[in-house]
C-alpha cells in the first residue's frame, strides 16, 4: 500500500475544571481533562486524567501519536500538524524547553514516531482550537455533504385532520 501523503490537522489540549461536587471528587472524579480532536476523520477524544496542566497536553500530545499509529494503522497517516493553545508546550519543542531534554522520556517516545511519521507543532488561539470545543459545536456532516429530501407525496391520498375534542368523557 502506498503511504498517505496527505497532511492531516489534529488539535490537542488538556483542562483543569473547577471542583464543581466534591461528592465526585470523593467518589475519584478528577478535575483534570486531556482531549484531542481530527475533524476531518470526525474523532473528538476526551478523558480525565489527574496531573499538572503541561504533563495533561503531552498526554494527550502522545494519545493522539498512539491513537494513529493503532486504531488508525490502516489508514497510514504519515504526516501531521498539531495545533495546542498552551505556549509552554509548543516552545518546548524548540529544543530549550526542559521537557524534551536530551535524555528525556518524552524525547524518547517521540523520536519513535518521528522515525516513520512527519510531526509539524503549531500554536493556535485557545477560541480556535477545535479539541476544546463542545461536540454540540461540531457540525453532525461535513460542510460540503448536501441532504437531498425528496418527498414521496401521494396526490391522491387525503389527509384526515379531526378538530381536538373539548374534553374527554371517562
Do not use: W
Not at 516513520?116 to 455533504?145: G, T
Request: proline share 5%; charged share 25%; with cysteine.
Amino acid at each position: 500500500m502506498e503511504k498517505n501523503e496527505k497532511t492531516y490537522d489534529c488539535f490537542i489540549g488538556a483542562i483543569h475544571n473547577h471542583l464543581i461536587d466534591p461528592f465526585l471528587e470523593e467518589n475519584g472524579f478528577t478535575r483534570g481533562l486531556v482531549v484531542f480532536a481530527i475533524p476531518e476523520l470526525g474523532v473528538l477524544f476526551k478523558c480525565r486524567v489527574e496531573g499538572e496542566l503541561i504533563e495533561l497536553e503531552f498526554a494527550a500530545f502522545f494519545s493522539l501519536l498512539k491513537f494513529l499509529s493503532s486504531s488508525l494503522a490502516r489508514e497510514k497517516i504519515n504526516n501531521i500538524r498539531i495545533f495546542s493553545s498552551n505556549p509552554e508546550f509548543v516552545f518546548s519543542f524548540t529544543g530549550k524547553g526542559k521537557h524534551l531534554g536530551p535524555d528525556s522520556p518524552k524525547l524518547k517516545i517521540l523520536k519513535q514516531y518521528t522515525s516513520y511519521m512527519k510531526i509539524a507543532v503549531c500554536f493556535i488561539q485557545q477560541i480556535k482550537n477545535r479539541a476544546l470545543l463542545s461536540p454540540a459545536d461540531y457540525p453532525s456532516l461535513p460542510e460540503n455533504h448536501e441532504v437531498k429530501l425528496d418527498f414521496d407525496f401521494d396526490e391522491k391520498r387525503k389527509f384526515n385532520i379531526k378538530p381536538f375534542q373539548k374534553g374527554v368523557i371517562l
